[in-house]
């Protein structure tokens, strides 16, 4: 591999372009290019960056389930026709390749952003912008002429894909709901690439997943929800005020505050008690619910 090695990891693996039915212990090696399998010197897959139309992680295909736990399963297209490879290292080396697989894949890609195409639930004048797309620690970043946008993985609350009319086409595109500057927002993202903006949207995926699944097992009562709504709508930081705003008496304030703090919903800081990214997440949630 002539350009520069961005991952280089032992690992298990196997590739339905390859005749092996099992999979097989070798080096995994990751450039800004291509991945390489490499059994051994003979027996290796490549497979360029280019031609990888959907990553997974923690999936993997039924014909290869019994042999995989930890993995990321790539599909990629070889001689006109479509195939995976999974990759099986332990927990902790799987998350690393993956985030930088995603990024190798998608850092760079030319997108047509609009910021923020609805602020509450008002819809903006903003206009679509040319950006770039890079991968940042747990954030989603588009890098336009006017500054950046930064989406936290962690503040997204949904995302769909539509089709909409930008530059006299219409092209695919990606909203992606989240919490801004302590707002509801959505921000729409297009791109030139069909491969690109599936990938994307399973990247947004992943980490969305891993936080609804953390919701659902977590259980929010109704008095704990119209203090997380209070705090949400800026009505009484300081506890006093807002068991004024709530109705209830300060001591019943406290010990539901105690408990979101002990789910990670809140978190008390000098201007008072404020949500967290996932408060945030909840509340709209539950706000999208009350309004559906």
Not at 36 to 54: C, G, H, M, R, Y
Not at 224 to 253: F, H, I, P, T
């Amino acid at each position: 591999m002539s350009e520069s090695v961005i991952a280089d990891f032992v690992a298990k693996f196997n590739s339905e372009s390859t005749a092996r039915g099992e999979p097989v212990k070798g080096r995994v090696l990751l450039s800004q290019k291509r991945l390489v399998l490499a059994a051994n010197d003979e027996e290796k897959a490549t497979i360029p960056l280019a031609s990888i139309f959907d990553i997974a992680v923690g999936q993997v295909p039924e014909d290869l389930g019994n042999f995989f736990d930890s993995t990321v399963t790539i599909a990629f297209e070889h001689e006109d026709h479509r195939h995976v490879a999974a990759v099986e290292a332990g927990e902790e080396k799987i998350d690393k390749f993956s985030t930088v697989l995603f990024k190798a894949v998608l850092n760079g890609t030319e997108m047509t952003v609009k910021h923020p195409a609805r602020l509450g639930g008002r819809v903006t004048d903003a206009e679509y912008r040319p950006a770039k797309l890079f991968l940042q620690p747990r954030t989603v970043r588009f890098k336009s002429s006017d500054g950046p946008i930064d989406i936290g993985l962690s503040t997204i609350t949904g995302f769909d894909r539509s089709s909409r009319k930008i530059g006299g086409a219409k092209r695919p595109v990606l909203e992606v709901r989240h919490m801004y500057q302590g707002q509801s927002t959505m921000t729409m993202a297009a791109t030139d690439s069909p491969r690109k903006m599936s990938i994307l949207g399973r990247y947004l995926r992943l980490e969305y997943s891993d936080l609804m699944a953390e919701l659902r097992d977590m259980e929010i009562s109704g008095d704990e929800k119209e203090v997380l709504v209070a705090l949400y709508s800026g009505a009484g930081q300081e506890r006093l005020s807002l068991a004024n705003v709530v109705g209830k008496d300060s001591s019943q304030v406290t010990m539901l505050l105690n408990q979101l703090e002990d789910d990670g919903l809140v978190v008390d800081s000098n201007s008072g008690t404020k949500l967290t990214p996932k408060g945030r997440v909840v509340v709209s949630n539950h706000l999208e619910d009350v309004n559906a």
